[in-house]
């Protein structure tokens, strides 16, 4: 048992995801438009890591620009997905034949722009459905929970490591227990809007494990890169992307599962 775990770094972490919690709701609830403005930051900031990360890039202008593509595609989601489509197939092709600048393998930047984009793409849509809201929040909740306990169980209780040549310090428990409270979190919301509860621990399990995922395959790319943390913006996280890693993959079951469960 770590009884340090309580330290500035712990701090900081709460102070930021507070801050991101605070921005996130304001978005959703208050301001459609602060909301729209917010997200093409986001995508701006977290394909500047990505470009960071994956390719042997040193122009922050070319990095400036190849950010601002994403924010098109994004924005163009909005206005047609059609039109977002188009530009991303100009953007792949382009990439395609364009001098190889990745450092370990250039799927990384033809697939990027679909990893960094598609989730906010996607998220930004269920907002608009019936009870769009409600899901949204219910789905933050889940991820919210599942990285907090993951983090906070995996300090103080420790134990074997879950896969120490991918993430160092993630243990079975964190991992367990993470989606263990994700999946309450998820029920305690179906029973207070009278749902099915079985259904909300089935849903609650989907997405507190691919939220694991998520955050387990960025871990991936870091290592594959070399690097621990995908930037610094974030006081206790490090990069945008290390905070919203896990949010990557379980919005993408989020949707499908919005559009085929209605």
């Known amino acids: 048992m770590n009884d340090s775990f309580i330290n500035n770094n712990s701090y900081l972490r709460i102070l930021s995801s507070l801050v991101l919690i605070s921005i996130a709701l304001y978005g959703i609830f ?7 403005l917010t997200l093409c930051i986001v995508v701006f900031l977290i394909t500047y890591e990505w470009v960071t990360i994956t390719e042997d890039i040193n122009s ?4 400036f620009t190849k950010s601002l593509f994403n924010v098109i595609i994004f924005m163009l989601s909005i206005l047609s997905i059609q039109f977002s489509i188009l530009f991303f197939i100009i953007i792949f092709i382009l990439n395609i034949f364009s001098k190889n600048s990745s450092r370990k393998s250039k799927s990384f930047i033809l697939f990027g722009p679909i990893y960094l984009c598609l989730p906010f793409i996607y998220l930004y849509e269920i907002k608009h459905f019936n009870n769009g809201i409600d899901i949204i929040i219910w789905f933050l909740l889940i991820v919210w929970t599942t990285d907090t306990f ?5 300090k103080f ?8 040549l991918l993430s160092p310090n993630k243990t079975w428990s964190g991992f367990l227990l993470g989606i263990f409270f994700g999946v309450i979190v998820s029920l305690v919301c179906f029973y207070i809007k009278e749902y099915s509860i079985y259904k909300g ?3 609650g399990l989907v997405l507190s494990f691919t939220t694991q995922f998520g955050d387990l395959l960025e871990s991936w790319i870091k290592r594959k890169h070399l ?6 913006i974030l006081p206790g996280h490090g990069g945008l992307l ?3 890693d896990g949010l990557m993959i379980s919005s993408l079951f989020l949707y499908n599962g919005s559009i085929i469960y209605g």
């Open 60 to 63: 922050a202008i070319l990095k």
């Open 227 to 232: 690097i621990k943390d995908s930037g610094r």
């Open 201 to 203: 621990i089935y849903f």
């Open 242 to 244: 290390d905070r919203l």
């Open 150 to 154: 993951s983090y906070i169980c995996g």
């Open 157 to 164: 209780i420790g134990g074997k490591k879950l896969w120490p």
């Open 30 to 36: 208050i301001n459609d438009n602060f909301l729209v």
